[in-house]
């Protein structure tokens, strides 16, 4: 049972999300349960001197029917990820918009992403140095700096409290969202929008992290004996967080409490994670939500089918769960949606709150052989009802930047 310790509570009122498996919380839930995979062979630009020729790509996305911004539809795809996931979010809370002048500077908005408007620049550099142009687009700027997106969505909703974009790579979202929840539970804010957005699948990116050689051609197996690197995806995962007595004064449904946030960085190695960082991270989030680990019933992994994340991974949550370790369920639905960089921890954190509503763990697809030093529950290929009461959902990003966000029910 989590301790409240006279802190201000904080529940979570309304989530939204943009992936390549579905743009919608139900459509993307209900594919995560029938366990549908959205890694295709890359169709939004030119792969013919890549060996990565596959990612996750939003399907079918039309601005013009998604967005009601006119703004926004003149921004980089991520900025457009965002709002339409904080659409959904907002919309799903009930909160009235614009938010009311006696509460705008009581909102946050908090939305961050890895790299920000990548093919915005690139699109710029390719103007400027293959076609010689004399210049590039007068937004050019405002659509790749990293804080187009909370500043959208800030203006679409009249949110006047504090606004940024926060970057920490991989774990962008899970950041994100542990900020405004310290903001909602010491007082600083009522109300506040948070996660990520990421849309940075071009030519130039995907060399880039060839470079490094921690894609894989073929597919993200993780916790698998044959996974061979993961594979990119775009997308955004929003949540709509607030004060549960605020909420019940206005007569919201609550969907779950933000329970505990833990952050930690390994201070090691740029690209090698250290279990001393992950186990921290998540030991900080049960003793926040002031819980034992034995109260977590599903873990949502980071699990990004590299090598050393996904056996880091497990050695770490051995070390924090102890005997519960071989209890709880776990699964890395990257296997399904990718990897979706900074927005992957915004995306989860929506997969591990339908979890607990639905008393339901989506699978890990692709494991067919498991890696024998990765040797936990992780839920292989197909999902199963169980009792989920907490969830866990972790973010373990290059640099050693790491973020878990423990979720619970909604208060009685």
Same mark, same amino acid.
Request: charged share 20%; with cysteine; net charge neutral.
């Given at each position: 049972m989590t301790k409240t310790n006279?802190?201000?509570?904080?529940?979570?009122?309304?989530?939204g999300v943009?992936?390549?498996?579905?743009t919608g919380v139900d459509k993307f839930w209900s594919a995560l349960k029938a366990g549908e995979c959205g890694i295709r062979e890359v169709q939004g630009f030119e792969t013919e001197d890549l060996y990565i020729t596959i990612a996750?790509?939003?399907?079918?996305?039309?601005?013009?029917?998604?967005?009601?911004?006119?703004?926004?539809?003149?921004?980089?795809?991520?900025?457009?990820?965002?709002?339409?996931?904080?659409?959904?979010a907002?919309?799903?809370?009930?909160?009235?918009?614009?938010?009311?002048?006696?509460?705008?500077?009581?909102?946050?908005?908090?939305?961050?992403?890895?790299?920000?408007?990548?093919?915005?620049? $690139?699109?710029?550099?390719?103007?400027?140095?293959?076609?010689?142009?004399?210049?590039?687009?007068?937004?050019?700027?405002?659509?790749?700096?990293?804080?187009?997106?909370?500043?959208?969505?800030?203006? $679409?909703?009249g949110i006047k409290g504090p606004t940024y974009g926060l970057v920490s790579a991989c774990s962008t979202a899970s950041h994100s969202i542990g900020n405004v929840y310290r903001m909602i539970r010491e007082g600083l804010v009522d109300i506040g929008?948070?996660?990520?957005?990421?849309?940075?699948?071009?030519?130039?990116?995907?060399?880039?992290?060839?470079?490094?050689?921690?894609l894989s051609p073929d597919g993200i197996f993780p916790f698998s004996k044959e996974r061979n690197g993961t594979v990119l995806a775009e997308g955004a995962g929003i949540l709509m967080l607030e004060e549960y007595e605020h909420a019940k004064e206005r007569g919201a449904t609550i969907l779950a409490e933000l329970t505990?946030?833990?952050?930690?960085?390994?201070?090691?190695?740029?690209?090698?994670?250290?279990?001393?960082?992950?186990?921290?991270?998540?030991?900080?989030?049960?003793?926040d939500a002031g819980l034992s680990a034995s109260d977590i019933d599903y873990i949502n992994a980071h699990?990004?089918?590299?090598?050393?994340?996904?056996?880091? $991974?497990?050695?770490?949550?051995?070390?924090?769960?102890?005997?519960?370790?071989?209890?709880?369920?776990?699964?890395?639905?990257?296997s399904m949606?990718?990897?979706?960089?900074?927005?992957?921890?915004?995306?989860?954190?929506?997969?591990?709150?339908?979890a607990m509503e639905d008393n339901f763990v989506p699978p890990t697809i692709g494991l067919n052989d498991p890696d024998p030093e990765c040797d936990l529950d992780y839920t292989a290929n197909v999902g199963k009802e169980r009792d989920v009461t907490y969830t866990m959902s972790n973010s373990f990003a290059f640099g050693g930047l790491n973020a878990v966000l423990v979720f619970g029910p909604a208060p009685a």
């Open positions: 006279g802190r201000r509570r904080v529940v979570v009122t309304g989530h943009v992936t390549p498996v579905g996750g790509e939003v399907p079918d996305f039309d601005p013009r029917t998604r967005l009601k911004s006119k703004a926004l539809m003149m921004a980089d795809k991520y900025s457009q990820y965002a709002g339409c996931a904080a659409t959904e907002v919309e799903m809370s009930g909160i009235e918009t614009p938010i009311r002048d006696d509460e705008a500077y009581r909102s946050a908005c908090v939305i961050g992403s890895g790299v920000g408007g990548l093919t915005t620049l $690139e699109f710029s550099y390719k103007m400027l140095f293959q076609e010689k142009k004399r210049a590039t687009h007068p937004l050019t700027l405002l659509k790749a700096i990293g804080s187009s997106a909370s500043a959208h969505v800030s203006i $679409e909703y929008v948070a996660g990520a957005a990421e849309a940075s699948l071009n030519w130039g990116a995907t060399r880039a992290w060839q470079a490094m050689r921690v505990g946030y833990g952050c930690t960085a390994d201070a090691a190695d740029m690209v090698n994670p250290s279990i001393d960082g992950a186990s921290a991270a998540m030991q900080m989030a049960l003793d699990g990004t089918a590299t090598s050393a994340n996904d056996l880091n $991974e497990t050695r770490a949550i051995k070390r924090v769960f102890g005997n519960a370790a071989n209890k709880v369920s776990i699964s890395s639905t990257k949606h990718g990897h979706c960089l900074g927005a992957g921890g915004g995306i989860e954190a929506v997969a591990a709150i339908k």
